[in-house]
């Protein structure tokens, strides 16, 4: 097999095998055109011999050093890159975002691989504490009770349809669960199988080049109520990553908690991202907030988790004028091409619910958008109408906002009070405006997993700060980040050893430190 073949098979445990039932083939929603490549379904044999696979691998991997473990993580990284413009090629064929769009995600997806090695090969992720014990301590003897981190098990991701690279086959939570220690098995989506299957065959060369287990990685086609029902309900699978909608996050979450062992299930849902302008930020630039504006709402074609969907504002002329201007941008937008013609109808259909309420106005023009395309839409309402219309807090998934005006800063914190959970909130305004509204920004930091100043919402920076999580419905659990160095802990799990010789330990428990990570012994942090 070349580095750039693709291959229509399932990859089990470091095996390529034909599927079951009809095949299946990817369309470029741009043209309606089909593309080459019959996919076929996996069977339940086949998701049985991927988690077997996996549950072996994951009792090798425990004896695995760190160090070799980054270097797969890295040699994935190598091999996706030697994928060259075969990838960006099939990408945007099956997804019609533009080439610089799959080049920079290819380039995030590597980083992120990278970075995850670095973590591993630091080690202080492992949170090592070390009490020693006191044997002539009264009353009672201390023991020695050592305490790290170690993986859960195998894990089961479920590809993105808006991230093909950055969020699905070697994307954020493969990267972290492999680097947690765990064996994945990633249940491909169905709108992209091309480019998931040239980026698992990047995967499988790695492990092969690393000597890696053969489970260590699986990569199975077919539908989500079938295989992906299979995988979570599979008595092997430990965990789930998932990023997606809240209609199919919350299947997977109630599927998993009604297992006879319940497991946890890390799904980032989504959220509308409101955005405040406290006091009196559109008097200063209406003209540059509104491009702003325009551009974070329409990027990607609206398709961005983090797509700022609700502006709240003091009504007034300074609004007037950045309605005014923010609707002759929106109307200037070229229509894009969603990423499926079902994301773009479910989009369309979402405007027509928003406008049938009876209670908010469009500002932006209708235009005729016809199959996988969508026109950007600019809508506004009143707070009294969203604090009595559920309808409004609702995520139209697409290239649309709506403005909500409000007569006075009671009116404003009430909105803030309502919202339910998202993944970011923004604030416009001066430092005096934060300290006027601190009540407003301590109600949005109980709802938010990240919160931004004078900023937008679109671009999660991959680095150790960041947060991408929220409360429920934005995340199942807002503990815990899917974005950057923390998202391995969520495929992790506490274990003490109580009164164990050193040697029989594992390394980051020893008593001599010889990876010189970071631990906390008797208390005091250190890498002594």
């Known amino acids: 097999m070349t580095n750039t073949e693709l291959k229509t098979e399932n990859l089990i445990a470091g095996e390529y095998t034909s599927g079951t039932g009809t095949p299946f083939h990817s369309v470029n929603p741009a043209t309606g055109e089909d593309l080459s490549g019959d996919f076929r379904n996996a069977a339940e044999a086949d998701v049985n011999r991927a988690m077997e696979g996996a549950a072996e691998a994951a009792r090798r991997l425990r004896s695995i050093p760190p160090s070799e473990r980054a270097g797969f993580l890295r040699t994935i990284a190598e091999e996706i890159e030697a994928l060259g ?85 070697a994307g954020g939570d493969t990267a972290s669960a492999l680097a947690a220690g765990c064996p994945v098995v990633v249940k491909a989506h169905r709108a992209h199988p091309g480019t998931s299957s040239l980026v698992a065959g990047a995967i ?80 200063g630039d209406p003209q540059g907030l509104a491009a702003a504006y325009c551009q974070s709402v329409n990027l990607g074609v609206g398709q961005f988790c983090t797509n700022p969907g609700l502006l709240v504002a003091p009504q007034g002329s300074h609004l007037d004028a950045f309605e005014r201007e923010a609707a002759k941008l929106f109307n200037e937008t070229p229509k894009g091409t969603m990423l499926t013609g079902a994301i773009a109808k479910s989009y369309h259909e979402g405007l027509r619910d928003l406008e049938k309420s009876g209670v908010v106005r469009r500002l932006s023009n209708d235009g005729e958008c016809e199959g996988a395309h969508a026109c950007s839409a600019l809508l506004a309402t009143t707070a009294e109408n969203f604090l009595k219309t559920e309808l409004l807090h609702e995520e139209v ?113 020893r008593d001599e430190n010889k990876g010189g990570i970071t631990r906390m012994v008797d208390g005091v942090l250190t890498r002594d």
Request: proline fraction near 9%; aromatic fraction near 6%; include cysteine.
């Open 397 to 509: 998934f697409g290239p649309s906002s709506l403005i909500v005006s409000c007569r006075d800063r009671g009116e404003m914190m009430a909105v803030g009070e309502h919202l339910e959970g998202q993944l970011t909130a923004t604030i416009h305004g001066t430092d005096k405006d934060l300290a006027e509204h601190c009540d407003l920004v301590d109600t949005l930091s109980t709802r938010v997993g990240r919160i931004i100043f004078n900023g937008w919402p679109t671009g999660v920076e991959v680095c150790p700060s960041m947060n991408h999580g929220g409360p429920f419905p934005a995340s199942t659990d807002p503990r815990y980040t899917s974005v950057g160095t923390a998202a391995i802990l969520r495929f992790a799990r506490p274990i003490s050893y109580q009164n164990w010789p050193s040697s029989a330990l594992p390394p980051a428990l």
């Open 204 to 283: 499988h060369r790695a492990a092969i080049r690393t000597s890696m287990p053969a489970g260590i990685f699986s990569h199975l086609h077919g539908p989500g109520s079938v295989i992906g029902i299979a995988l979570v309900k599979h008595p092997l699978t430990e965990a789930v990553g998932f990023t997606g909608s809240r209609h199919a996050g919350m299947i997977l979450h109630q599927t998993a908690a009604a297992r006879p062992k319940p497991i946890p299930v890390f799904a980032e849902m989504g959220s509308i991202n409101p955005v405040f302008l406290l006091g009196n930020t559109l008097a």
């Open 85 to 169: 413009d075969t990838l960006v090629e099939r990408a945007t064929a099956e997804t019609g975002l533009p080439a610089g769009r799959i080049q920079g995600e290819r380039g995030r997806t590597c980083g992120q691989l990278r970075l995850f090695a670095s973590v591993i090969e630091e080690g202080s992720w492992v949170d090592a504490r070390i009490d020693r014990a006191i044997p002539d301590r009264q009353p009672l003897p201390k023991p020695d009770i050592r305490r790290m981190l170690m993986p859960l098990g195998p894990v089961v991701v479920f590809a993105a349809s808006n991230f093909p690279l950055a969020f699905s086959t």
